[in-house]
T-cell receptor
Framework: GQQLNQSPQSMFIQEGEDVSMNCTSS?????WLWYKQEPGEGPVLLIA?????ELTSNGRLTAQFGITRKDSFLNISASIPSDVGIYFC?????????FGAGTRLTVKP | DTGVSQNPRHKITKRGQNVTFRCDPI?????LYWYRQTLGQGPEFLTY????????KSRLLSDRFSAERPKGSFSTLEIQRTEQGDSAMYLC???????????FGQGTRLTVV
Protein backbone atom coordinates (compact mmCIF):
# COMPACT_ATOMS: atom_id res chain seq x y z
CA GLY A 1 0.00 0.00 0.00
CA GLN A 2 0.83 3.68 -0.01
CA GLN A 3 3.69 4.74 2.26
CA LEU A 4 3.51 8.41 1.41
CA ASN A 5 0.90 10.79 2.83
CA GLN A 6 -0.15 13.25 0.18
CA SER A 7 -2.40 16.22 0.86
CA PRO A 8 -4.79 17.65 0.10
CA GLN A 9 -6.79 14.83 -1.49
CA SER A 10 -8.53 17.27 -3.80
CA MET A 11 -8.56 20.96 -4.62
CA PHE A 12 -11.09 23.14 -6.41
CA ILE A 13 -9.58 26.45 -7.44
CA GLN A 14 -10.27 29.38 -9.72
CA GLU A 15 -8.17 29.89 -12.82
CA GLY A 16 -5.24 32.14 -12.01
CA GLU A 17 -4.87 31.02 -8.40
CA ASP A 18 -1.74 29.40 -7.03
CA VAL A 19 -1.80 25.81 -5.79
CA SER A 20 0.28 24.03 -3.18
CA MET A 21 0.34 20.33 -2.36
CA ASN A 22 2.70 18.26 -0.26
CA CYS A 23 3.86 14.80 0.52
CA THR A 24 5.25 13.40 3.76
CA SER A 25 6.69 10.07 4.77
CA SER A 26 8.01 8.32 7.84
CA UNK A 27 10.89 7.06 5.69
CA UNK A 28 13.83 8.86 4.14
CA UNK A 29 14.01 8.97 0.35
CA UNK A 30 16.96 9.73 -1.92
CA UNK A 31 14.86 11.19 -4.73
CA TRP A 32 11.45 12.84 -4.89
CA LEU A 33 9.48 12.87 -8.12
CA TRP A 34 6.24 14.62 -9.03
CA TYR A 35 3.94 13.21 -11.71
CA LYS A 36 0.68 14.35 -13.31
CA GLN A 37 -1.90 11.86 -14.53
CA GLU A 38 -4.92 12.50 -16.72
CA PRO A 39 -7.86 10.09 -17.07
CA GLY A 40 -7.00 6.88 -18.88
CA GLU A 41 -3.34 7.78 -19.24
CA GLY A 42 -0.12 6.90 -17.46
CA PRO A 43 1.61 9.36 -15.11
CA VAL A 44 3.80 11.98 -16.77
CA LEU A 45 6.96 13.12 -15.00
CA LEU A 46 6.93 16.82 -14.08
CA ILE A 47 9.89 17.40 -11.77
CA ALA A 48 12.65 15.30 -10.21
CA UNK A 49 14.50 16.32 -7.03
CA UNK A 50 17.79 14.74 -6.02
CA UNK A 51 19.18 16.59 -2.99
CA UNK A 52 17.78 17.60 0.37
CA UNK A 53 16.82 21.25 0.29
CA GLU A 54 16.80 21.37 -3.52
CA LEU A 55 14.31 23.76 -5.10
CA THR A 56 13.55 23.11 -8.77
CA SER A 57 11.24 24.84 -11.23
CA ASN A 58 9.65 23.69 -14.47
CA GLY A 59 7.71 26.61 -15.95
CA ARG A 60 4.91 27.47 -13.53
CA LEU A 61 5.74 24.46 -11.36
CA THR A 62 8.12 24.62 -8.42
CA ALA A 63 9.00 21.71 -6.16
CA GLN A 64 11.24 21.33 -3.14
CA PHE A 65 12.97 18.36 -1.52
CA GLY A 66 12.57 18.72 2.25
CA ILE A 67 15.74 19.00 4.32
CA THR A 68 14.72 16.00 6.44
CA ARG A 69 14.42 13.97 3.19
CA LYS A 70 10.99 12.87 4.40
CA ASP A 71 8.85 15.40 2.59
CA SER A 72 8.37 17.41 -0.58
CA PHE A 73 5.99 20.03 -1.88
CA LEU A 74 4.78 21.11 -5.31
CA ASN A 75 3.52 24.59 -6.13
CA ILE A 76 1.70 25.58 -9.30
CA SER A 77 1.48 29.29 -9.96
CA ALA A 78 -1.22 31.08 -11.97
CA SER A 79 -3.23 27.92 -12.64
CA ILE A 80 -4.87 27.37 -16.02
CA PRO A 81 -7.64 24.95 -17.05
CA SER A 82 -5.18 22.44 -18.54
CA ASP A 83 -3.60 21.98 -15.10
CA VAL A 84 -6.59 19.76 -14.28
CA GLY A 85 -5.56 16.25 -13.34
CA ILE A 86 -4.22 14.13 -10.51
CA TYR A 87 -0.79 14.97 -9.16
CA PHE A 88 1.26 12.22 -7.54
CA CYS A 89 4.39 12.45 -5.47
CA UNK A 90 6.83 9.56 -5.55
CA UNK A 91 9.73 8.87 -3.22
CA UNK A 92 12.60 6.75 -4.43
CA UNK A 93 15.13 4.87 -2.33
CA UNK A 94 17.59 2.57 -4.09
CA UNK A 95 15.41 0.90 -6.75
CA UNK A 96 12.21 1.21 -4.77
CA UNK A 97 9.73 3.93 -5.84
CA UNK A 98 6.56 4.51 -3.80
CA PHE A 99 3.66 6.79 -4.59
CA GLY A 100 1.24 8.96 -2.68
CA ALA A 101 -2.51 8.59 -3.22
CA GLY A 102 -2.63 11.73 -5.33
CA THR A 103 -4.10 15.24 -5.25
CA ARG A 104 -7.00 15.77 -7.64
CA LEU A 105 -6.93 19.30 -9.02
CA THR A 106 -9.95 20.98 -10.57
CA VAL A 107 -9.54 24.44 -12.11
CA LYS A 108 -12.65 26.51 -12.74
CA PRO A 109 -12.35 28.95 -15.66
CA ASP B 1 11.83 6.81 -29.69
CA THR B 2 8.17 7.30 -28.83
CA GLY B 3 8.45 6.48 -25.14
CA VAL B 4 7.21 3.51 -23.14
CA SER B 5 4.62 1.52 -25.07
CA GLN B 6 2.06 -0.83 -23.53
CA ASN B 7 -0.31 -3.24 -25.24
CA PRO B 8 -3.17 -3.72 -25.19
CA ARG B 9 -4.59 -0.44 -23.87
CA HIS B 10 -7.74 -2.18 -22.68
CA LYS B 11 -8.56 -5.80 -21.89
CA ILE B 12 -11.88 -7.28 -20.79
CA THR B 13 -11.73 -10.88 -19.70
CA LYS B 14 -13.92 -13.40 -17.96
CA ARG B 15 -13.02 -14.53 -14.48
CA GLY B 16 -10.74 -17.52 -14.56
CA GLN B 17 -9.11 -16.68 -17.89
CA ASN B 18 -5.41 -15.93 -18.32
CA VAL B 19 -4.24 -12.57 -19.67
CA THR B 20 -0.86 -11.28 -20.81
CA PHE B 21 0.26 -7.68 -21.17
CA ARG B 22 3.30 -6.37 -22.97
CA CYS B 23 5.56 -3.42 -22.23
CA ASP B 24 8.20 -1.99 -24.58
CA PRO B 25 10.45 0.36 -22.62
CA ILE B 26 12.37 3.33 -23.93
CA UNK B 27 15.36 2.12 -25.94
CA UNK B 28 18.51 1.61 -23.88
CA UNK B 29 16.60 1.85 -20.61
CA UNK B 30 17.81 -1.15 -18.68
CA UNK B 31 15.41 -0.79 -15.76
CA LEU B 32 11.76 -1.76 -16.11
CA TYR B 33 9.02 -1.54 -13.49
CA TRP B 34 5.46 -2.87 -13.28
CA TYR B 35 2.86 -1.08 -11.15
CA ARG B 36 -0.82 -1.63 -10.50
CA GLN B 37 -3.23 1.25 -9.97
CA THR B 38 -6.81 1.06 -8.73
CA LEU B 39 -9.32 3.88 -8.84
CA GLY B 40 -8.48 6.74 -6.51
CA GLN B 41 -5.07 5.35 -5.58
CA GLY B 42 -1.52 5.95 -6.59
CA PRO B 43 0.45 3.29 -8.46
CA GLU B 44 1.50 0.31 -6.31
CA PHE B 45 4.80 -1.41 -7.01
CA LEU B 46 4.61 -4.97 -8.35
CA THR B 47 8.04 -5.89 -9.67
CA TYR B 48 11.28 -4.54 -11.11
CA UNK B 49 13.82 -5.74 -13.69
CA UNK B 50 17.36 -4.70 -14.33
CA UNK B 51 18.12 -5.97 -17.81
CA UNK B 52 16.67 -9.50 -17.86
CA UNK B 53 16.99 -10.09 -14.12
CA UNK B 54 13.89 -9.73 -11.96
CA UNK B 55 15.39 -8.15 -8.85
CA UNK B 56 12.39 -7.44 -6.68
CA LYS B 57 8.81 -8.61 -6.31
CA SER B 58 6.12 -7.10 -4.13
CA ARG B 59 3.96 -9.12 -1.77
CA LEU B 60 1.10 -7.91 -4.00
CA LEU B 61 2.42 -10.21 -6.73
CA SER B 62 0.66 -13.47 -5.92
CA ASP B 63 1.55 -16.82 -7.46
CA ARG B 64 -0.97 -16.13 -10.21
CA PHE B 65 1.19 -13.26 -11.47
CA SER B 66 4.38 -13.76 -13.42
CA ALA B 67 6.58 -11.27 -15.20
CA GLU B 68 9.38 -11.85 -17.65
CA ARG B 69 11.92 -9.81 -19.54
CA PRO B 70 13.69 -12.51 -21.54
CA LYS B 71 16.14 -10.45 -23.57
CA GLY B 72 16.34 -7.41 -21.38
CA SER B 73 14.16 -5.41 -23.74
CA PHE B 74 10.37 -5.83 -23.70
CA SER B 75 8.57 -7.36 -20.74
CA THR B 76 5.38 -9.34 -20.29
CA LEU B 77 3.10 -9.56 -17.28
CA GLU B 78 0.82 -12.59 -17.14
CA ILE B 79 -2.08 -13.07 -14.78
CA GLN B 80 -3.42 -16.60 -14.52
CA ARG B 81 -6.95 -17.50 -13.39
CA THR B 82 -8.00 -13.88 -13.22
CA GLU B 83 -10.22 -12.69 -10.38
CA GLN B 84 -12.47 -9.65 -10.19
CA GLY B 85 -10.04 -8.08 -7.74
CA ASP B 86 -7.42 -8.06 -10.48
CA SER B 87 -9.36 -5.33 -12.29
CA ALA B 88 -7.03 -2.33 -12.36
CA MET B 89 -4.74 -0.26 -14.53
CA TYR B 90 -1.38 -1.99 -15.03
CA LEU B 91 1.42 0.48 -15.60
CA CYS B 92 4.92 -0.08 -16.91
CA UNK B 93 7.79 2.36 -16.40
CA UNK B 94 11.41 2.38 -17.49
CA UNK B 95 14.55 4.24 -16.53
CA UNK B 96 18.24 4.30 -17.34
CA UNK B 97 20.65 2.87 -14.79
CA UNK B 98 22.13 5.64 -12.75
CA UNK B 99 19.21 7.95 -13.52
CA UNK B 100 16.26 7.68 -11.20
CA UNK B 101 13.74 9.39 -13.48
CA UNK B 102 11.19 6.77 -14.47
CA UNK B 103 8.90 7.25 -17.45
CA PHE B 104 5.54 5.55 -17.66
CA GLY B 105 3.58 4.03 -20.49
CA GLN B 106 -0.11 4.71 -21.01
CA GLY B 107 -1.10 1.61 -19.11
CA THR B 108 -3.31 -1.41 -19.75
CA ARG B 109 -6.72 -1.24 -18.16
CA LEU B 110 -7.91 -4.72 -17.19
CA THR B 111 -11.56 -5.44 -16.44
CA VAL B 112 -12.43 -8.89 -15.13
CA VAL B 113 -16.14 -9.72 -15.45
Amino acid sequence: GQQLNQSPQSMFIQEGEDVSMNCTSSSIFNTWLWYKQEPGEGPVLLIALYKAGELTSNGRLTAQFGITRKDSFLNISASIPSDVGIYFCAGQRNNDMRFGAGTRLTVKP
Amino acid sequence: DTGVSQNPRHKITKRGQNVTFRCDPISEHNRLYWYRQTLGQGPEFLTYFQNEAQLEKSRLLSDRFSAERPKGSFSTLEIQRTEQGDSAMYLCASSYEGNTEAFFGQGTRLTVV
